[in-house]
């Protein structure tokens, strides 16, 4: 415990428990917090580019994930330093906002703390590091290195994620995956000889079971009498067939139910000839309700035609030999309800593109927001640099430093682009380099693919410019955020 005495002689405490916390300071304190941001950066970047290497992730129960995705990587990381934990943090605001180039801003942040502790160790003040010009300038670059895409606005300007359904099965191979428009549900029909395959359905869309309705409070029935038995049998099969008579008499094809039912029901259907899909989820059931133009019905008694949803084919496909059954809904009546069918030869294969296909559907939905892209290939951050170079030379103070290190740290991409492809990193950067400052060419990139080109614009890469502002912007807030850290009480490990 740190005691002070105040001008009268009385103590008073400073830090409650001192001797049990550890204290870092000053320079000491800012150079361990850019270690700790430098080490989460330094294990993403061989994840970065179109050659990045995947890193393998167990949980502690097991669980065995393969990506290269920057946000499911450091979503599965056990991160105990705070300043790390802020690198993850960075990584899963930039995986909200716009869904992809998760691993390119963690990558930016933690050039950036490398240049800025070579700054530090010169003796520049942190709060002069931390400068907002630089980000203006690069901004400003951005938006002058602008392509139009071609990519036409909708009147909403935006895309409805919660459309497009994106499931997977474990067999046959990736090139089998398809695009059905329409839903797919993971079950089977209710009993095997139901019919597979539904023209023109009308679906009943169910939430309440195919049961005898059962009393709230504690009950019993005592059965003395065979006449008793009988009665309550005939009862039930009442019940019954009221409930599928009343699914027939509104027109219903097909029902498909959130819960179970009974083998009694089950026969009874199948009797009635009419096919029943039973357990299908409540997210399934709102999809299926918005695909086929249908109500979800919580009550038999309120099923009217109207309620009822319609579909141009509805089948039953099996797969391989597993007997694994799945159930198509297809030409539905709003055709904006579709679902991506991903097939593969593991588990792990198929979440790893379920991820790819989720940063697709981002940056489509980001290029509908606003059209606008800049191109890829470590192009754009080649065309900053340089431009927050030049405007190095307009201040004449200790600034320039700061804002030259900022430049230096936007090579950082396109360096760790040009290492993860097996190129020589510095001679292919300076070569891109030297070529947009002569030919003033701001497509030129690192031709990771090994096309033979390094003009962006003839290899079609290019990506989002709201992505790209979002990245350096980010990972600059986060970067001044730790800078203007210089104490760090933290409690000691015994």
Same mark, same amino acid.
């Given at each position: 415990?740190?005691?002070?005495?105040?001008?009268?002689?009385?103590?008073?405490?400073?830090?409650?428990?001192?001797?049990?916390?550890?204290?870092?300071?000053?320079?000491?304190?800012?150079?361990?917090?850019?270690?700790?941001?430098?080490?989460?950066?330094?294990?993403?970047?061989?994840?970065?580019?179109?050659?990045?290497?995947?890193?393998?992730?167990?949980?502690?129960?097991?669980?065995?994930?393969?990506?290269?995705?920057?946000?499911?990587?450091?979503?599965?990381?056990?991160?105990?330093?705070?300043?790390?934990?802020?690198?993850?943090?960075?990584?899963?605001?930039?995986?909200?906002?716009?869904?992809?180039?998760?691993?390119?801003?963690?990558?930016?942040?933690?050039?950036?703390?490398?240049?800025?502790?070579?700054?530090?160790?010169?003796?520049?003040?942190?709060?002069?590091?931390?400068?907002?010009?630089?980000?203006?300038?690069?901004?400003?670059?951005?938006?002058?290195?602008?392509?139009?895409?071609?990519?036409?606005?909708?009147?909403?300007?935006? #895309?409805? /994620?919660? $459309? *497009?359904?994106?499931?997977?099965?474990?067999?046959?191979?990736?090139?089998?995956? =398809? @695009?059905?428009?329409?839903?797919?549900?993971?079950?089977?029909?209710?009993?095997?000889?139901?019919?597979?395959?539904?023209?023109?359905?009308?679906i009943a869309i169910l939430t309440c079971p195919f049961e005898p309705p059962k009393p709230k409070?504690?009950?019993?029935?005592?059965?003395?009498?065979?006449?008793?038995?009988?009665?309550?049998?005939?009862?039930?099969?009442?019940?019954?067939?009221?409930?599928?008579?009343?699914?027939?008499?509104?027109?219903?094809?097909?029902?498909?139910?959130?819960?179970?039912?009974?083998?009694?029901?089950?026969?009874?259907?199948?009797?009635?000839?009419?096919?029943?899909?039973?357990?299908?989820?409540? #997210?399934? /059931?709102? $999809? *299926?309700?918005?695909?086929?133009?249908?109500?979800?019905?919580?009550?038999?008694? =309120? @099923?009217?035609?109207?309620?009822?949803?319609?579909?141009?084919?509805?089948?039953?496909?099996?797969?391989?030999?597993?007997?694994?059954?799945?159930?198509?809904?297809?030409?539905?009546?709003?055709?904006?309800?579709?679902?991506?069918?991903?097939?593969?030869?593991?588990?792990?294969?198929?979440?790893?593109?379920?991820?790819?296909?989720?940063?697709?559907?981002?940056?489509?939905?980001?290029?509908?927001?606003?059209?606008?892209?800049?191109?890829?290939?470590?192009?754009?951050?080649?065309?900053?640099?340089?431009?927050?170079?030049?405007?190095?030379?307009?201040?004449?103070?200790?600034?320039?430093?700061?804002?030259?290190?900022?430049?230096?740290?936007?090579?950082?991409?396109?360096?760790?682009?040009?290492?993860?492809?097996?190129?020589?990193?510095?001679?292919?950067?300076?070569?891109?380099?030297?070529?947009?400052?002569?030919?003033?060419?701001?497509?030129?990139?690192?031709?990771?693919?090994?096309?033979?080109?390094?003009?962006?614009?003839?290899?079609?890469?290019?990506?989002?410019?709201?992505?790209?502002?979002?990245?350096?912007?980010?990972?600059?807030?986060?970067?001044?955020?730790?800078?203007?850290?210089?104490?760090?009480?933290?409690?000691?490990?015994?």
């Open positions: 415990m740190a005691l002070a005495f105040d001008e009268f002689g009385r103590p008073f405490i400073i830090i409650k428990e001192q001797e049990q916390k550890t204290r870092l300071r000053g320079l000491d304190a800012q150079k361990a917090n850019i270690s700790a941001g430098k080490a989460v950066a330094r294990i993403l970047r061989t994840s970065l580019g179109p050659k990045g290497m995947d890193k393998m992730l167990q949980s502690p129960d097991g669980d065995v994930t393969i990506t290269n995705d920057g946000a499911t990587i450091l979503e599965q990381m056990d991160v105990d330093n705070q300043i790390a934990k802020l690198m993850v943090e960075l990584s899963r605001s930039q995986d909200y906002e716009i869904g992809d180039g998760t691993t390119g801003v963690v990558v930016m942040a933690g050039a950036l703390l490398e240049h800025a502790e070579r700054l530090l160790e010169r003796g520049i003040h942190p709060i002069r590091v931390a400068e907002e010009s630089l980000v203006q300038t690069c901004m400003t670059t951005l938006s002058s290195k602008i392509s139009y895409g071609s990519c036409r606005s909708r009147e909403r300007k935006d #895309v409805n /994620l919660d $459309l *497009i359904k994106v499931e997977g099965k474990v067999g046959g191979k990736l090139e089998d995956t =398809e @695009l059905i428009y329409g839903i797919l549900v993971d079950k089977d029909m209710s009993h095997p000889q139901m019919p597979k395959q539904i023209e023109d359905a009308k409070t504690k009950h019993k029935v005592d059965i003395d009498t065979v006449e008793k038995f009988q009665n309550l049998r005939q009862q039930e099969q009442k019940y019954f067939d009221d409930m599928v008579q009343q699914c027939k008499d509104v027109g219903a094809t097909l029902v498909i139910c959130q819960w179970g039912f009974d083998d009694e029901a089950n026969h009874l259907l199948l009797h009635r000839n009419l096919p029943a899909v039973r357990w299908v989820g409540g #997210v399934e /059931l709102e $999809l *299926i309700a918005i695909a086929t133009g249908g109500r979800i019905v919580p009550r038999f008694q =309120e @099923l009217t035609p109207e309620k009822l949803g319609k579909a141009g084919l509805v089948r039953e496909k099996s797969f391989g030999t597993t007997k694994d059954r799945m159930i198509y809904i297809e030409h539905c009546a709003n055709s904006r309800a579709v679902t991506i069918f991903i097939r593969g030869g593991n588990k792990m294969m198929i979440e790893e593109t379920k991820r790819s296909i989720h940063d697709a559907l981002c940056v489509a939905r980001n290029l509908i927001r606003n059209n606008s892209i800049v191109y890829g290939g470590g192009a754009a951050e080649i065309s900053c640099s340089l431009a927050v170079e030049a405007a190095a030379d307009r201040y004449p103070g200790v600034e320039q430093y700061a804002i030259r290190a900022f430049a230096d740290a936007l090579d950082a991409i396109p360096m760790a682009l040009a290492e993860n492809s097996g190129l020589q990193p510095i001679e292919t950067l300076f070569a891109v380099k030297s070529q947009q400052n002569k030919e003033n060419n701001p497509c030129c990139g690192i031709d990771c693919n090994d096309v033979g080109t390094n003009d962006m614009r003839e290899q079609n890469v290019f990506e989002t410019l709201i992505g790209k502002q979002q990245q350096i912007l980010l990972a600059t807030q986060v970067v001044k955020m730790i800078l203007k850290i210089d104490d760090v009480i933290t409690p000691s490990d015994y």
